[in-house]
């Protein structure tokens, strides 16, 4: 299709706001920013689009004034005079990854905590990611500031969707807010509402009257409420109007035989393992979800870490991480394997078969790293490990990218701006070398992120934050 200059002149009227965003991105941003004309085009790239279709050669898109102004075949798309044209000839573009369980803190197996405020938003933002649910927080306060630098262009990062602090029942850590009443639950609801979470995460100790207390209370404030949970299944959660499910198959403990109500049995791997992922208890689940349009969020990234001698070892991931970090997790990598019979890589199949059902059954998957457990998983590189994970579940590299942009979006409330490479959507795009259909691991190649149009150079974004993660 060609695009007019009528239409061109009503996106420059209509992104006058976006242009003074631009002017005001501190010293400390732009030092970042590789790519900043106003109108820019991509041409001769390949396109996987965010839709589930899969991938168009020979494409070009056109950014104007922070939007998708244009997008098609070379021959018909109309590069506008003046634009800043860049050539992507052996480059995919799809676009901007939306992170639904993007903590912007960090862990190690050897008790490590982190707040990372620097180098998580550079990391998710170098990879690929435009928008992140951090979903549990430690930091509350952190996030929300951080948003608010972030959005004012103060310092480089995604955009945030923040979670108040973990809400859950009498477990013994000290970040979690230990909810006992309905009325506490309430409490801090509001609370948390008011300083400006608009998503709430509830955890495994939660009972099914506190996570009701707490649905009821998000909702009538227009906040939503997900959940990584123990003692209540998922069939539970969704009765108490739950929005959205967290990790898939391994926190869902419904099918454990004899689970007792509001309590947190251990896992019966034999069951797990042996589980029918198409059979009646796991299909009940399933249409109890897809009745009430409650989504599940993949992170297989986060399990695959406890699998021996998994994911290949990453250099870019050592690299980030600080010294002793790398220390540690060098040496949790050794000890599992050295262990015998280990049954993570069954549960991890198992996972992947779920959720591939989930799909099947009509249900909407998303996708976030979780940055925690022995810090193998760190934020934005976990985030393209989940790609490849998928692509291995057997899911097509059109659906995976849908999955980890469009179904992101969807489920923030945001895909009429967000999520597919189409004309008129806000331009969050990442720009990869190589084909990303034909190879998985060109995930990891990015070259420009954009973001509203602006774009940020990954590879500067990645050098800044060499040796920070587990410090800063």
Request: one cysteine or more; hydrophobic letters at 40%.
């Amino acid at each position: 299709m060609r695009v007019g200059v009528a239409y061109f002149a009503f996106l420059a009227a209509a992104s006058a706001a976006f242009a003074q965003d631009r002017a005001a991105l501190s010293d400390t941003t732009r030092a970042y920013v590789s790519v900043q004309a106003p109108v820019v085009a991509l041409t001769h790239v390949t396109v996987i689009d965010g839709t589930g279709a899969g991938p168009r050669a020979d494409q070009t898109v056109v950014i104007t004034n922070g939007r998708i102004s244009a997008t098609g075949a070379f021959a018909s798309v109309t590069i506008p005079a003046g634009a800043q044209t860049i050539d992507g000839t052996g480059h995919t573009v799809i676009p901007g990854l939306v992170g639904m369980h993007d903590h912007t803190f960090y862990t190690t197996a050897a008790g490590r905590r982190s707040q990372l405020n620097t180098s998580a938003p550079r990391l998710y933002l170098a990879s690929g990611v435009t928008s992140i649910r951090t979903t549990g927080s430690i930091s509350p306060y952190s996030e929300i500031t951080l948003k608010d630098q972030v959005d004012k262009g103060k310092v480089p990062g995604p955009r945030m969707h923040i979670s108040g602090p973990y809400l859950t029942g009498p477990d013994d850590v000290v970040e979690r807010m230990h909810i006992t009443t309905p009325e506490q639950a309430r409490r801090v609801v509001n609370y948390w509402a008011d300083e400006g979470a608009t998503w709430f995460k509830v955890y495994t100790e939660i009972s099914r009257a506190n996570l009701r207390a707490i649905t009821d209370a998000a909702h009538k404030r227009g906040v939503k409420v997900t959940g990584h949970l123990c003692s209540v299944g998922y069939k539970e959660a969704v009765e108490a109007n739950i929005d959205a499910l967290e990790h898939g198959l391994m926190a869902n403990l419904e099918y454990v035989p004899g689970k007792k109500v509001d309590t947190c049995p251990g896992v019966d791997r034999d069951t797990y393992l042996n589980l029918d992922v198409n059979g009646a208890a796991v299909q009940a689940t399933f249409k109890a979800m897809i009745a009430k349009g409650v989504p599940m969020t993949s992170t297989l990234a986060v399990y695959e870490i406890s699998v021996p001698n998994r994911p290949p070892l990453d250099p870019r991931v050592t690299e980030a991480m600080s010294p002793d970090v790398q220390k540690e997790y060098l040496a949790t990598r050794e000890r599992l394997a050295a262990a015998t019979n280990n049954s993570q890589l069954g549960m991890l199949k198992k996972m992947m078969a779920y959720e591939m059902a989930f799909v099947k059954a009509g249900g909407t998957l998303a996708a976030g790293v979780d940055p925690t457990g022995n810090g193998g998983a760190l934020p934005g590189y976990g985030d393209q490990r989940n790609y490849e994970l998928l692509i291995e579940a057997g899911f097509s590299p059109g659906q995976v990218v849908q999955i980890m942009s469009a179904n992101g979006a969807k489920v923030l409330g945001v895909d009429k701006d967000l999520g597919t490479v189409s004309s008129g959507k806000i331009a969050d795009l990442v720009l990869l070398r190589g084909d990303l259909a034909a190879n998985p691991a060109s995930i990891r190649n990015v070259v420009t992120v954009f973001k509203q149009g602006v774009g940020y150079d990954s590879p500067k974004l990645i050098r800044s934050v060499k040796g920070l993660v587990g410090i800063r």
